[in-house]
DNA sequence: GAGCAATCAAAACACTGTTACGGTGTGTCG
DNA sequence: CGACACACCGTAACAGTGTTTTGATTGCTC
């Protein structure tokens, strides 16, 4: 449970704390610094970890960490800079996980298995991942930010189909984003319907996500994307 | 913008309004009565349709409608409960616009087409859309309910997939669910990627929905699943 | 007409995020 | 060396929220 949000705590080190004490001619020693950052970050992480971020408050939050809310309005600006830090973190922590699924020979297959490790770190960080894809309240990093963040995270899975088109095991004629995007998006969905209680009831989601990944990878076979078309039966 | 809305008021009609005034020697005239709880339901609508729900206040809601945050306690229980009953609405109006959809000799164009209509709901009804998929602060109806509901949105779905079977389009080695299940996932998932703001920069997800579609319902051809082993690449 | 009880608006309560206020303590300057 | 200045930051105030309680109103029943 807690294993994802103690690394939040560790990814940025708390080396340089005593970094910008004093800017000008100051006066007293700040106590709102680097450390604390990290401390808040960290508890609110638990916190919308496994009650989501409507239940986070920022009071009882500076009270966990013994300060005051005064921390987080100069830390972070307001509730929503605090939300929108940790979803950073959440990227950083999907990023590094989707990382660990290393190229092989097989393009194809690892396509299949950055869908699954997507799925692994969904179901294993429900709030993060909420965090990153569904929770409307985190407006996070100026709009503008948030497409290069995206395509960090689904690099790695552009890559292998990029791959697999060059091994002929993807057609060629669509760009290689395009296949991608299918991937992800039917990895997306089907995590975001198990994650929101929208799931089919007797049926688990589970045993037919990686079927369903691999029906889909066939279908993007060289030629079978024109073969598709609507008169087909009887 | 308001289309969708005004059918909610027309929905349960209000005929009955007078049904139960009085259930044993009573006092006041209700007027807490189902008129009113058709127009909390349709003035709340109209905010959660172009604000969210984080943004719907019951005293607000109240004064729009010229009576008191009471009437939303007597009529729906709490906010959650006022929430519940919208949820039952933009799932009456999701079943509605998937039904629009006939079956025709070409299950899978069917499959594709539902797919389509699924897409256009949720682009022109984004908060309706929320409640039924994203918003967590929606509990809504019991817990218990829901995957009937959720069955019944998805069952044209499936009822096209079965026949693509029968049909030959799509192989029988999976059960209709799983292949549903499936293209539900995907259509739910890149549909969500555009809501919530997260489709890849530089690429209109518009372009690629019905490709994707056409390529995953490629892959569940008769003796596809197979063939896509991991061991196929040099 | 008196009693009574259901009804419902308004006020109270406990909470939220956010902002304004002031005591505190340190460094600089006279 | 003492007085000033000023950034810091805990506390309290403000404007909201959802929810609960209160108490006057109202119209039937006896």
Redesign the interface.
């Known amino acids: 449970m807690a294993r994802q949000v103690t690394s939040i705590c560790c990814d940025a080190g708390g080396a340089f704390v005593t970094a910008f004490e004093y800017d000008d001619a100051m006066a007293k020693p700040k106590t709102h610094d680097e450390a604390l950052r990290l401390r808040l970050l960290h508890r609110a992480a638990a916190t919308v970890f496994d009650r989501?971020t409507?239940a986070l408050s920022l009071r009882q939050l500076a009270a966990d960490v013994k300060t005051s809310t005064t921390a987080v309005y100069s830390l972070f600006g307001n509730k929503a800079g605090l939300l929108s830090s940790l979803y950073q973190e959440a990227v950083h922590l999907f990023v590094e996980r989707l990382a660990t699924v290393h190229p092989t020979?097989?393009?194809?297959?690892d396509v299949?298995r950055i869908g699954l490790a997507y799925r692994e770190y969904a179901v294993a960080n429900p709030h993060l991942y909420?965090i990153?894809?569904?929770?409307?309240?985190v407006q996070c990093s100026s709009?503008s930010d948030?497409?290069?963040e995206?395509?960090e995270t689904?690099r790695p899975l552009i890559d292998a189909v990029s791959r697999?088109q060059r091994?002929?095991?993807f057609s060629s004629e669509?760009a290689p984003?395009?296949?991608a995007?299918?991937v992800?998006?039917?990895?997306?969905?089907?995590v975001?319907?198990v994650l929101?209680?929208?799931?089919?009831?007797e049926?688990a989601?589970a045993d037919?996500y990686e079927?369903?990944l691999?029906?889909?990878?066939?279908?993007?076979?060289e030629g079978?994307?024109r073969?598709?078309g609507?008169?087909?039966?009887?």
Chains 1, 2 share one sequence.
């Open positions: 989501g409507a020979d097989d393009p194809a297959g299949i909420a990153l894809f569904s929770d409307r309240s709009e948030r497409p290069r995206v395509v689904y697999g091994a002929g095991q669509s984003e395009v296949i995007l299918s992800w998006g039917m990895a997306h969905g089907l975001s319907l929101s209680g929208n799931e089919p009831p049926l989601v037919c079927r369903a691999r029906a889909l990878v066939a279908g993007w076979r079978e994307e073969a598709s609507v008169a087909d039966a009887m």
